[in-house]
């Protein structure tokens, strides 16, 4: 069995996309079509549901994941202590949109100068879908901002510590207030805040819930930046990851709010804790690890 179609079930399985799949793999939509009902044929199941949309992974097709991936992840090994050249390969990458757009850019930068025969596909997830993803095989490597990650299954680090700010639209009473605003004075306010499943998001919405007796206006985004987006509008206020806020807050089209202390946000590093990690990961992972120890994280 060719570990090519190995890796396109694997990449629509992922995307739920047969024209993502192909564009991903370079290769043309017809192609993964084939090469995917090749592997049907092999394996004698049905691995996708075909939608008007997308493609639906089947149950069977779910089961057969974490084996693909080990397959794969053999192969690699293979290459591995056959090679006598530089780490080369790729590497999944997920973290969320906060940290996809602020700090990933910088380290795939580097990493294609220093290491040109690695290649980092990154992709925006949150907590869940990256946890999924490592448990996969589909990840290789995952950052959460999450205050703990208690999967055993999972090995976590902190490798950094992100400061909240709390901000909002220029002239908002608040930010011009000589005095921090409190817990209760935050919760009369329209609050916008990152999705549910964000633990330093759901942290601040409970001392809001608690601070109003469960009457705050608060929203919750899918991302980072609706989420700015909204109070630059002058729609609310929000908390949010300083390295998210640094750029409007210079251009004066956001404003800090003085208020009550707010504890930093680990960055954590997480990979599959059964799961051998190859040259190629190991070169991401100090990567990350180097520019999340020379990066202030305080805007």
């Known amino acids: ?19 993502s799949a192909a564009a991903e793999l370079h290769l043309s939509q017809s192609t993964v079509t084939t090469q995917v009902k090749s592997l049907e044929k ?12 997308g493609a639906r992974v089947t149950a069977a097709a779910r089961r057969l994941v974490p084996e693909a991936a080990a397959v794969l992840d053999a192969e690699a090994r293979l290459r591995s202590a ?7 390969g790729t590497v999944a990458v997920a973290a969320g949109d906060t940290l996809c757009s602020t700090h990933l ?5 580097a990493l294609r100068r220093s290491h040109p025969n690695i290649a980092v596909h990154l992709f925006p997830a949150g907590t869940h879908a990256s946890v999924e993803g490592l448990r996969s095989g589909q990840l290789d490597l995952a950052l959460l901002l999450e205050d703990s990650v208690a999967f055993p299954d999972l090995t976590a680090t902190v490798i950094a510590r992100e400061a909240l700010s709390l901000v909002g639209p220029p002239g908002h009473p608040l930010a011009s207030s000589r005095k921090p605003a409190t817990w209760r004075q935050l919760a009369d306010e329209d609050v916008f805040l990152h999705e549910e499943g964000c633990s330093y998001s759901d942290r601040i919405a409970g001392r809001l819930q608690a601070a109003s007796g469960a009457h705050t206006r608060l929203t919750r985004l899918g991302s980072s930046e609706a989420v700015r987006s909204c109070v630059m509008a002058g729609l609310g206020i929000s908390i949010l990851p300083r390295t998210a806020v640094a750029t409007a807050l210079r251009e004066e089209r956001l404003a800090v709010i003085e208020g009550p202390a707010l504890p930093d946000v680990p960055v954590q590093l997480v990979r599959h804790g059964e799961r051998r990690t190859s040259p190629e990961v190991r070169v991401v992972v ?5 520019h999340f120890s020379t990066t202030r994280h305080d805007g």
């Not at 069995?1 to 024209?19: D, G, K, P, W, Y």
């Not at 092999?42 to 949309?53: K, S, Y």
């Not at 056959?82 to 080369?88: C, G, I, N, Y």
């Open 105 to 109: 850019p910088h380290v795939i930068a």
């Open 1 to 19: 069995m060719e570990t090519q179609l190995i890796r396109t079930f694997l990449t629509v399985a992922r995307t739920e996309n047969f024209t």
């Open 82 to 88: 056959a090679a006598d050249s530089e780490p080369s």
């Open 42 to 53: 092999m394996l004698g199941v049905q691995l996708f549901d075909r939608m008007p949309r």
């Open 286 to 290: 100090q990567a990350l690890t180097d």
